[in-house]
């Protein structure tokens, strides 16, 4: 390969910069993918700045000799694409040969690889070859680049802040360690350690090294498979998640993939055990046979599609509820291990964990992980998971605070349960049952109810006469823009028909154009448990309660409300007892 050529092609090489490296993440993307393919075991990425002034990834991997260290600047060189039909199998992973060579063309580079004899130093500015020389036989590859976009300042300028580019970064090295859990990864921004994985191939472990021992205690582990496809990894508990959808990492064959259905499949497998706009932790690796996959590949994301795409999404929904409907989910508060010596306050406490449901965004956790916990307590974790026969313990209520919440109490420890949530729960499952489950049966009204309507909704209405007679409605015309209903299903709330009447007459106008059944159905159970509910400070006696626990563990997931909010919440025995610094606890430490 003669410098000449290379020169040739620096204005293409510029040109395909701006679609593969726009951000330093791009960077590190192309380095990182790289140190893979050369089979690395260990991968080590240092920054300056973000990025902005040092990106210097190191790696243990297989290393180049002279002429392929020269040759991997070349914009078409590549040995990873042998034919066409490479391009659509995935398992390869760096199949754009241009990336090297584009990065050159915008930055200086420095490269210095061996294969464990005389090394190679290969130092390119501007996509220009300035000097190759030998170097030290350290077996593995360093690309280090500085001065990026230095002849590119529009790009410059389009960098985001620091912030921004060393969080997109994080995001990045996290998925790929995620990906690949048999290699040692390292994060490093300005000295500080951001994340460091052990490479041992313990999946459990590199999500621990990412959001910390905590989130990956109430990690479940799930495994199926069908013809096509099997699929195993981790989904965290409901009471862990996120503002947004970012922590969903699909895997398809050991690569990160973006796949919107699939996505939205894995949310909606925990519909009404956390609210809808509330992510979970997930981690899927999904392994099938190539040809099943159609990437569309452009250089900066990564698309799929499935050719058995319903048959996929099936199978994880499937295995997510089963996996959800097997468990004891009631948020416990505890008490941060390290603030022990501090003074502890009872409220405070109870904010700091009940803000499961509304803290905001993790950020990249920049403290060192306890390596030595981590590999302590381990194996404890799985036998943590169905410890309970019963997916709702038996609760003795003694009281009620606030005229909200009841306090009960068993052999394990202390329990609050909100009256408002546990009842709209009830009634949800109740309402939910009774819809998706018509029968003719209806009540007719002592008073028949009239409900005037505007000329826009009368239209909308009359077109659904029928849907609601099937549902156990006597309705019919009364005058200009006017119903009259006779009778109701047998079902309704006692005290709240025409509340919930006027509501399903509402909910049956308002409905979309694509209309669906069950999520209808949904929908409108959810709606009419809220208003049959028992409303805060209404005072309830122990029968009372009684009755309500017992409904709600009959309750298909008496965990939380139809809106994902705990129902439920728990102080153990050890938890108080360590929170009141009792004697008994001294021991235990
Ligand atoms: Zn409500
Ligand atoms: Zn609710």
Partial sequence: MSKIKIMDEILANKIAAGEVVERCASVVKELVENSIDAKSSEIKIELKEAGTSLIKVTDNGIGMDKEDAILSFNRHATSKIKDESDLYNINTLGFRGEALASIASVSNVILKTSQGDVGTLVNIKGGK???????????????????????????????KSLYTELSSITDYVNKIALSHPEIRFTLINNGNTILKTDGTNNLLKTISSIYGMDVARKMLEINNEDNDYIINGYISLPEVNRAGRNHIITLVNGRVVRNQELNKTINDSYHSYKPDNRYPIVVINIELDPSLVDVNIHPTKMDIKFSKLEELLDLVKKTIINKLNKQTLIPVIEQPINDFDEPVVLEKTIETKIELIDSNEVLPKTEKPKYEEITLKFDEIKEEEAKYEERLPLLYPVGLVHGTYIVCQNEVGMYLIDQHAAKERINYELFLDRLSNPTKDKIPLLLPLTIELSNNEYIILKENFDFLNSMGFDIEEFGINSVIIKSHPIWLTKGFEDLQIKKIIEAVINKEKNFDLSKFNDHLSATLACKASIKANTNLSINEMEELINDLRKCHNPFNCPHGRPTVITFTKYELEKMFKRSGFESLK
């Fill in 129 to 159: 070859i300035v000097k190759v020389e030998n170097t030290e036989a350290r077996k593995g590859t360093i690309f280090e680049v500085t001065e990026l976009f230095y002849n590119t300042p529009a790009r410059l300028k389009h960098l």
